[in-house]
């Protein structure tokens, strides 16, 4: 079983490969794959990633205000 550590990591390589919409993406479509191979011990290593994409997607930085945001 993957240890937090790495499943954190993964989660932040797949959003610095792919992007943060995309990796979400991607670790859905991984995760059906190994649910629809009977692929247990895959499944929930990549629930877990999945898991963590979204987390690190929510908490993540917040784009930049445009200047004319800034001046209102």
Same mark, same amino acid.
């Given at each position: ?6 499943? !954190?990591?993964?989660?932040?390589? =797949?959003?610095?490969?792919?992007? *943060? ?22 499944? =929930?290593? !990549?629930?877990?990633? =999945?898991?963590?994409?979204?987390? =690190? +997607?929510? +908490?993540?930085?917040? *784009? ?9």
């Amino acid at each position: 079983m993957s240890t937090d550590a790495e499943i !954190w990591r993964a989660a932040r390589d =797949l959003i610095a490969d792919h992007g *943060p919409r995309r990796a979400e993406s991607h670790a859905t479509k991984v995760l059906a794959e190994m649910t629809l191979g009977g692929d247990f011990a895959g499944t =929930l290593v !990549w629930r877990r990633i =999945l898991r963590a994409v979204k987390g =690190l +997607n929510a +908490n993540g930085p917040k *784009p930049a205000a445009s200047p004319t945001q800034r001046r209102r």
